[in-house]
Every structure is written in structure tokens, then in C-alpha cells.
């Protein structure tokens, strides 16, 4: 069965500042999906971004963007010029790529506080 | 905007009295999830709805139900609340249509159980 392992329950960062989000996962697929979803306070979770295994290239969106260590299974995110919005629980998650509805299992979360 | 829509926010039974939580959804999704979620853990599925095909997770207490009467609404349905069973719960919808396959999530019932 496929694992996520998220080894910070809490980090901080001073706003405008960078900070890296560890992930590491354990799979015997080849192909799969990668997440990370922020869910804020009191409020629904929401996609930040996604990379598909066999590219190799690193997913960017804006501000947010991942190193995908593939062998290492390691997949963090980095957050840059960090702003007080980002404050939220982050969640890694995995998912395989057959089948039509296979659940995600994502890790236990790390909480980002942003300080002023 | 096409959105997942938990109703309501907040819900208060009372131990052993059933509770019902909505879910809908513009999205035009074929499938929906319900997970639960208790304080500073990652969401727990409970099962999912392929379509009109009910799949349940191995380890979901029989205390949990679902319907789906059509493509927009899902129910979780708890037949006897127990102190154990307060807790967020989330659902999800994603389209096996796109290539990604992602989870769009609702905003959450938070379960209070007195």
C-alpha cells in the first residue's frame, strides 16, 4: 500500500520570506500523481499544486512550486515571498494513475504559520 | 461558479440520534467522496461513488451510510452518532474525464455529537 510521510507537523516563516515543505511518499507504481492541497482555517481545502511522475519537469504555479525527487520519492514545496494568506494546514498527497477513482492518500499535514 | 456546496456548516445532534449531512455540486462530476476529517489529522475516506456504483472502505463503520440520488447530491447518512463520530467531514467530487483526476473539495460539515 502507498504511504505519505509528511515529517514537519508545524512550520513558520516570516512573511516575504521562502520555506520548504517536506514530502515523501513509498510506491511500487511508475506513474502516478502528486498534490499538495492547502486547506485553510475553517475553510474548504483547495488544489495548490499537482505533478505527474513521469514528467520530469518541476511543476511552478506563481509562487508555489515543487522539487520532484523521483528516485528519492521526495516531492516538497516551496513557497516564495510567503504571504499571510498562506497560512494553512498543507497536505501531500498521492494517487495512482489506473483506474477512475482512486482514492487520494495523503500524508498528516504540516502547519504553516506566517509571521508579520 | 461551478462549486462543491456542504450544507450545513455546522450540525449539533445528540448521541444516537441520526444526522444527515448534504453534499452538491455544479461540477457535472461523476464521482463523489466523503472523507472524514478529526482535529489536526488528514482526511480519512470514508467511501465514494463511481457514477451510480457505491464503494465502501474497508475499515468505514456500518454506522455510515451514503446515497446518491442523482449526479448533484450525495448524503452521509449517521445512523447512531456516537462522542467518536464528531468530527469534519468532507466531500469531494473529481471527473475521471480529466487528466488529472483531481479532488475538488467542499468546505466541510463539522459534526458536533452532545
Known amino acids: 500500500a502507498q504511504t505519505v510521510t509528511q515529517s514537519q507537523p508545524e512550520m513558520s516563516v516570516q512573511e516575504a520570506e521562502t520555506v520548504t515543505l517536506s514530502c515523501t511518499y513509498d510506491?511500487?507504481?511508475?506513474?502516478?500523481?502528486l498534490f499538495w492541497y492547502k486547506q485553510p482555517p475553517s475553510r474548504q481545502m483547495i488544489l495548490v499544486i499537482r505533478?505527474?511522475?513521469?514528467?520530469?519537469q518541476n511543476a511552478t504555479e506563481n509562487r508555489f512550486s515543487v522539487n520532484f525527487q523521483k528516485a528519492a520519492k521526495s516531492f516538497s514545496l516551496k513557497i516564495s515571498d510567503s504571504q499571510l494568506g498562506d497560512a494553512a494546514m498543507y497536505f501531500c498527497?498521492?494517487?495512482?494513475?489506473?483506474?477512475?477513482?482512486?482514492?487520494?492518500?495523503f500524508g498528516k499535514g504540516t502547519k504553516l504559520t506566517v509571521n508579520p | 461558479d461551478a462549486m462543491v456546496i456542504q450544507n450545513p456548516r455546522y450540525q449539533v445532534t445528540q448521541f444516537g440520534k441520526p444526522v444527515t449531512l448534504s453534499c452538491s455540486q455544479t461540477?457535472?462530476?461523476?464521482?463523489m467522496y466523503w472523507y472524514q476529517q478529526k482535529s489536526s489529522q488528514a482526511p480519512k475516506l470514508l467511501f465514494h461513488?463511481?457514477?451510480?456504483?457505491?464503494?465502501n472502505e474497508a475499515d468505514t463503520p456500518d454506522n455510515f451510510q451514503s446515497r446518491r440520488p442523482n449526479t448533484s447530491f450525495c448524503f452521509l447518512d449517521i445512523r447512531s452518532p456516537g462522542l467518536g463520530d464528531a468530527a469534519m467531514y468532507l466531500c469531494?467530487?473529481?471527473?475521471?474525464?480529466?487528466?488529472?483526476?483531481?479532488?475538488?473539495f467542499g468546505a466541510g460539515t463539522r459534526l458536533s455529537v452532545l
Open positions: 469531494a467530487t473529481s471527473s475521471t474525464g480529466t487528466g488529472y483526476y483531481i479532488q475538488y
Open positions: 510506491t511500487s507504481e511508475s506513474d502516478y500523481y
Open positions: 505533478q505527474e511522475a513521469y514528467k520530469q
Open positions: 498527497a498521492y494517487r495512482r494513475k489506473q483506474g477512475g477513482s482512486e482514492k487520494l492518500v
Open positions: 461540477l457535472n462530476h461523476n464521482v
Open positions: 461513488y463511481y457514477d451510480k456504483d457505491f464503494n
